[in-house]
């Protein structure tokens, strides 16, 4: 997060200062020590808002520039730990009141201008789908009270992986971890230096540095265990993360670090910008992050920090001192807010696209806003005299108010807007139960169809998609969790047919319509599902944790089979998951021989597999070009959204106990692919089937199912 605090920046941290003027008690003594303002930091911080934000725009092309944001970590740590290093150093103690109010002042006004502007576009159904209204609004207030960062982790989001439909405020996770950094840390530095005083003859400075030293090394080391162990929310949890600030403190603090030697800084420098812009391009979604690969974009940062030396035009100190690199970083705490809201936003506004040229244009209309926020609301409220002028609870108790006015707007969204998301539930159910004749797959398969036009008609509608989803999570296990977890549905009679549904999340989309199949022919369903883990054999290629987990689910879930009669096994699973090519030519023909294995493993006992081709995977939610567009401009072509080679369909060509069963056709055309067919809303996100649509599927999932059943009792 790039914090506001521009004009902090340590100087003589080694020495007390010569004079120390005793400051009224409702100023804090800001500079209380000399203090100098560093430019090539400010550069730094240019190149770390870069890293996000065109990462954002960009996620296939700068693969690494998620790490923008724990340059944040270290520049934040090094200035604050050098502005509370002076304040102690001079006066013995550090005004809480004034120290927190001075950070109101400089984050507040623009964070919360950005969660007003967030409140007001979640009342619009033509600028946000009604079905993200509930996750919107508890995202606002978590993000409001600076807690997003636990909000995400508590709920298991995956930042390095784009699925699912992010929200506007998603990216205020490293706002709220970076404001309980400026909670936390003043009162671990007190508590040292009171230490200090107290057991070691006044030796503040030292306490100080061992506190924060231990709190750095224990940080890291719980991130690096907890990434492993638990690695999506191990990205937001704060004590994961306070390594990183530390890291920015021990500069501060220890003046041998910071070099101004003209060849070690000219080194030192020049090596730490060249280990950002490796890890920027190198690193992924798949690089197991933060744990110790967050350590090389942190000492990247502090080498950068930490060369001091700016004799000569050609070294890193004057570089990043250049007009543009000082412009960018002065607007890089309104660019990060302003920028995130927008991308999301954007797809939904009528006649704007997501070509290069709007994704360009788009940039520009961040650069432009975050010049205006810093000109009229940052600087200007910062040195308000009305709170300047006051004692510090005057600007929190302002701070609150204005906490409130949000808290307000947000809910009036959900007031104004629940009756509609309401109502489009129940629309949905009624949908379900009573689907219009020829709609949906029918129109394609049924040959009594032809012809069947159901004109614009688009249900669910657009803006209600999003919830037409399973609505059993308890059957689904995800990220490191490696419980083979069971589900039982349908009949319970002894002598029912023993259906399984196993897989992954495009397994798991399938089981309202399975559970209703089962319900209707008298069949007992099992299921097993993990997300990102389709029952195959060969290891995924993500590192790790998470491809630990999907080894362990899968050993589990065979052992489980192992022990079930069962009649029949309907498997699916999402195309592009990455497989390790280990032995293998490649990763597909990996893929397709772990399927044949872990197939072979039920057929061998005469039981047989059905599996189905994959469905396309879209770059974005269709339905934000659906909100606003005909459904004839929202296609895809064939060639970017569907992927040819899938292996479920390789690993079946030729296996006479599997049926394969393949719907390109229903979704795709020679050239192109449709987001609806026959009216119906075929996604619920850029991946996942509605519910709604894959109950068109019915009939010939269950007239696969009955003839399997049919060929497994025959003589």
């Known amino acids: 997060m790039p914090s506001a605090d521009h004009d902090l920046g340590p100087q003589h941290l080694g020495v007390p200062a010569k004079t120390v003027t005793r400051e009224p008690d409702d100023r804090s003594p800001e500079h209380a020590e000399p203090s100098r303002f560093l430019p090539h930091v400010q550069g730094l911080r240019a190149i770390a808002v870069l890293c996000v934000v065109l990462y954002h725009f960009w996620p296939g092309r700068i693969t690494g520039g998620y790490i923008g944001v724990d340059i944040f970590f270290v520049i934040s740590g090094f200035l604050i730990t050098s502005h509370l290093m002076r304040e102690v150093t001079a006066t013995g103690t550090v005004k809480l009141g004034q120290f927190w109010a001075r950070r109101a002042r400089r984050l507040l006004p623009a964070s919360l201008l950005v969660l007003l502007f967030c409140a007001v576009v979640v009342m619009s159904p033509y600028l946000m789908p009604t079905s993200a209204l509930p996750n919107e609004v508890r995202e606002i207030l978590s993000s409001t009270f600076y807690v997003e960062n636990w909000y995400l982790a508590l709920n298991s989001a995956d930042y390095l992986n784009h699925s699912g439909s992010p929200t506007t405020v998603q990216h205020y996770w490293s706002l709220s971890l970076e404001e309980q950094f400026y909670v936390m840390w003043p009162l671990i530095m007190l508590l040292a230096a009171w230490i200090g005083v107290k057991f070691f003859r006044g030796a503040r400075r030292r306490a100080i540095l061992v506190a924060l030293g231990i709190v750095t090394v224990v940080s890291f080391a719980f991130c690096v265990v907890f990434t492993i162990t638990n690695p999506a929310p191990a990205y937001f949890v704060t004590f994961g993360r306070m390594w990183q600030f530390g890291v920015g403190a021990m500069i501060a603090l220890v003046p041998m670090l910071r070099i101004r030697n003209a060849i070690g800084s000219f080194v030192l420098g020049w090596a730490g910008i060249l280990l950002l812009v490796y890890v920027t391009f190198t690193f992924d979604g798949q690089t197991p992050f933060p744990g110790y690969m967050a350590a090389l974009p942190t000492l990247g940062a502090a080498a950068v920090i930490a060369a001091s030396n700016s004799d000569r035009w050609w070294y890193p100190t004057r570089i990043l001192s250049i007009r543009p690199a000082q412009f960018v970083g002065d607007i890089s705490y309104s660019l990060y807010l302003w920028h995130w809201p927008l991308i999301i936003i954007a797809p939904s506004v009528p006649f704007w696209g997501l070509t290069i040229y ?43 108010g204005a906490m409130v006015v949000v808290v307000l707007v947000a809910g009036m969204a959900w007031f104004v807007n629940a009756p509609l998301y309401n109502q489009g539930t129940r629309d949905i159910a009624e949908l379900q139960q009573n689907p219009p004749e020829c709609f949906g797959a029918a129109s394609v398969l ?10 614009d008609t688009i249900l669910p509608a657009p803006g209600f998609a999003g919830i037409d989803r399973p609505e059993h999570p308890q059957c689904f296990v995800q990220l490191t969790d490696s419980r083979p977890v069971s589900c039982h549905f349908g009949s319970d009679d002894p002598d029912a047919p023993q259906v399984a549904l196993i897989g992954d999340s495009h397994a798991y989309q399938l089981l309202p319509t399975f559970q209703r199949m089962a319900d209707e022919n008298g069949w007992h369903l099992v299921t097993w599902f993990k997300g990102a883990c389709p029952w195959n054999t060969t290891p995924l290629s993500t590192p790790g944790a998470f491809g630990a987990a999907c080894s362990d689910w899968r050993e589990g879930v065979q052992r489980a089979i192992d022990d079930t009669d069962l009649d029949v096994v309907f498997t699916a699973a999402i195309a592009n998951t990455p497989y390790s090519s280990a032995g293998f030519d490649s990763a597909h023909d990996a893929a397709v021989a772990g399927y044949r294995d872990a197939w072979s493993t039920v057929t061998d006992r005469g039981i047989p597999v059905i599996t189905v081709v994959d469905n396309p995977v879209w770059e974005t939610d269709p339905n934000k070009c659906l909100r606003t567009r005909d459904a004839s401009e929202c296609d895809g072509a064939r060639s970017d959204v569907l992927v040819e080679d899938d292996p479920l369909r390789d690993a079946a060509t030729g296996l006479d106990t599997v049926t394969l069963l393949d719907f390109t056709d229903v979704f795709c055309g020679d050239d192109t692919c449709a987001p609806v067919v026959g009216g119906a809303n075929i996604y619920r996100d850029q991946d996942h089937l509605t519910v709604t649509f894959v109950d068109t599927l019915a009939p010939w999932y269950t007239e696969a199912i009955q003839a399997a059943l049919a060929g497994r009792v025959a003589p």
Do not use: N, Y
Not at 366 to 395: I, M, N, Q
Not at 446 to 455: R, V
């Open 446 to 455: 049924d040959p009594s169809c032809a012809g069947a036009d159901f004109g």
């Open 358 to 400: 709007h994704r360009v244009a788009l940039l520009v209309l961040c650069f432009v806003l975050a010049w205006l926020t810093k000109r009229f609301v940052e600087d200007p409220v910062r040195g308000w005299k009305v709170l300047t002028s006051r004692p510090a609870r005057v600007t929190l108790w302002s701070s609150l």
